[in-house]
């Protein structure tokens, strides 16, 4: 595959002979990643859209409890069967046309879960909900693990983990825009049409974007030696290998219960908190808090990480910090008239917690190299999911129905739950994955090391060595630290050899 005429000489190589000459990065690359990180927001904004209005929502449509929730939930549900699916499309069908088809569900799915609103004449709105949710859901699965895979292949090993952190962070951005914007434009029952025909704009836009500005799914010549070794074309035998690397089991298994638990806290909070009297929009308010420290975590942690490549220790001491507050949360949230606390415990819960997953996805490379990218962070993702629609269940089955207090604003016509034992559980949750993955979590960073044995050139699109179509020098390779031909005695190990970046393009 070779790009288009601007981008020089290097640009119009073939990928093997580019690998062999040296390494570059393209200033499209940050094209890539502004679609993908604005069609991980837009699904984000989707998927939680209900959740922060529930009982209007309710009211609206005359629905259950219940069945709101099941909108939520059916996001976790889809992304188990269809997540694995997902990863093949990724890797087989490239970057480029799994973002454009993401793109084009996350729109139909948006206009689908509106008709029940508009002049049609509809016996079972929760079908066109649910409907539009679950086309939603597969979009998810599609973009929601592409940013490390969309970091290998297009960014420098300098850049990786932030532009991960960018296109990662961008999908709870999304939720924080929903936490905020639902309330905001729901006051009562006859506002929920407005707000579900205001969620289909992004999602349209964004959709011609992805269609119109996506060229390749693969640059012309690799940004790094990891780049070039890429092996994301044996799927199978990656996924065998993932399941024999010890490591990397406990932090899928960790950190996509971590997943599971956040989802869970995001869905249910507004249902958890109204029973003590506090108002959706509060409710809204501190899951944007939760999510915007997380951002923030996210972009300092990312900078850090980055310069000092200690994925490790940033992400256990993170997940350490969270249990702690995980355990604050389940106490005062079943006191009234605790809006400062509140706000404070959910600002420290995605300062610390929220804030490690691409850390935790950049990780999941590492340890699993040289498996490709999108079966090493998908997995973690659909283990969570599955982890997440178990916590969830469980959260909810664990409450009981009691009579009403005088402080209540829950609006679902039924007597508040009691949240008291299901919040215990998941701080309990927490603090278990937490402990197991600091004690036997331990691996080599095998995709540093192998580039480490490699000295690669890279150069930026505009350099003078393009402009002047000066040859790249060669980089001559270095032997990696293990032989990736060789089954790995390593528990970590991996015995997938590296192939060419040709394969790839």
Excluded at 263 to 286: D, H, I, M, R, W
Excluded at 403 to 413: H, I, K, M
Excluded at 467 to 487: G, I, K, R
Aim: proline letters at 6%; glycine letters at 8%; a negative charge.
């Amino acid at each position: 595959m070779s790009g288009p005429a601007g981008d020089g000489q290097g640009a119009a190589e073939t990928p093997t002979l580019g690998a062999l000459r040296g390494h570059r990065v393209y200033a499209r690359r940050w094209v890539f990643l502004l679609v993908l990180s604005l069609l991980s927001f837009s699904n984000a904004t989707l998927w939680l859209s209900f959740a922060p209005v529930a009982n209007t929502v309710a009211q609206r449509f005359v629905l259950s409890t219940e069945q709101i929730n099941w909108l939520s939930l059916v996001y976790l549900v889809v992304s188990i069967p269809f997540g694995v699916v997902s990863i093949w499309v990724l890797d087989f069908a490239g970057l480029r046309w799994a973002t454009v088809l993401c793109a084009w569900l996350n729109f139909a799915g948006s206009v689908l879960r509106s008709l029940p609103c508009m002049e049609i004449e509809t016996q079972d709105p929760f079908a066109f909900l649910m409907g539009g949710q679950s086309l939603c859901a597969l979009a998810q699965t599609l973009v929601i693990f592409s940013p490390a895979k969309l970091a290998a292949l297009w960014f420098p090993e300098h850049q990786r983990a932030t532009a991960n952190m960018i296109g990662t962070m961008s999908n709870p951005l999304g939720i924080l825009v929903a936490n905020l914007l639902s309330p905001a434009l729901v006051k009562n029952k006859e506002d929920v049409p407005l707000m579900l025909g205001i969620y289909i704009i992004p999602a349209g836009l964004i959709c011609l974007l992805a269609t119109a500005c996506l060229w390749e799914s693969v640059p012309p010549t690799p940004p790094s030696a990891g780049a070039a070794c890429s092996t994301s074309e044996k799927f199978l035998d990656g996924l065998k290998l993932l399941v024999r690397n010890k490591a990397y089991v406990i932090l899928a298994v960790c950190f996509g219960g971590g997943i599971g638990i956040f989802s869970s806290f995001l869905a249910l909070l507004e249902q958890v908190l109204c029973v003590k009297g506090y108002s959706n929009e509060f409710a809204g308010f501190c899951a944007s808090l939760f999510i915007g420290f997380g951002v923030l975590g996210a972009l300092v942690l990312g900078l850090y990480v980055d310069r000092t490549k200690h994925f490790t220790e940033a992400l256990k001491i993170g997940l350490c910090l969270t249990s702690l507050v995980s355990v604050a949360f389940a106490l005062v949230s079943q006191l009234p008239g605790q809006t400062h606390a509140l706000a404070v415990i959910c600002s420290l819960f995605g300062l610390f917690g929220f804030s490690v997953a691409p850390v935790a996805m950049e990780l999941a490379v590492e340890c699993s190299f040289p498996v490709g990218e999108g079966a090493a962070t998908g997995l973690v993702f659909v283990l969570g999911q599955a982890e997440g629609v178990l916590i969830m269940v469980l959260l909810t089955t664990l409450t009981v129905r009691r009579a009403e207090p005088s402080f209540s604003t829950c609006r679902d016509g039924q007597g508040p739950l009691d949240w008291m034992v299901s919040m215990l559980l998941m701080a309990g949750l927490c603090t278990c994955f937490s402990c197991f993955l600091v004690l036997f979590f331990h691996t080599p960073y095998r995709r540093l090391q192998a580039e480490a044995s490699m000295s690669p050139s890279i150069q930026e699109d505009a350099c003078a060595v393009a402009e002047d179509h000066t040859p790249y020098p060669a980089a001559t390779p270095e032997p990696l630290p293990w032989d990736p031909t060789t089954p790995s005695t390593d528990a970590t190990g991996s015995s997938e050899a590296a192939h060419s970046w040709g394969r790839l393009s």
